[in-house]
């Protein structure tokens, strides 16, 4: 069956950077739409970036535009997040989600989900 596995999530001081790591399997990766989204408590999940079968084509939340870059390496079915000069209101637990026909904004549109992995940023 399909799995998602996060990782690389953890604790940084504001304007620090981190890099998320999904490692797919189960499917086959490169005819999938993949993205992350993001949940903080009390909040919607709300999308981080989504990228479709390349990463040639991306989508990015608002509050993520030139400080985040996802990226996807289809020989590894790997999708990758990188987060740079990140702010406390970035905390959530970030999710890797996948579907064979969807690669939109909505977290409705995903079939297959990660447990999630933890980003905390101090102040």
Known sequence: QVQLVESGGGLVQAGGSLRLSCAASGLTFSNYGMAWFRQAPGKERELVASTGWSDRITNYGDSVKGRFTITRDNG????????????????????????????????????YWGQGTQVTVSS
């Open 76 to 111: 590894k079915n790997m999708m990758y997040l990188q987060m740079n000069s990140l702010k406390p209101e970035d905390t959530a637990v970030y999710y890797c989600a996948a579907d064979r026909l969807y690669s939109g904004p909505l977290a409705a549109g995903f079939r």
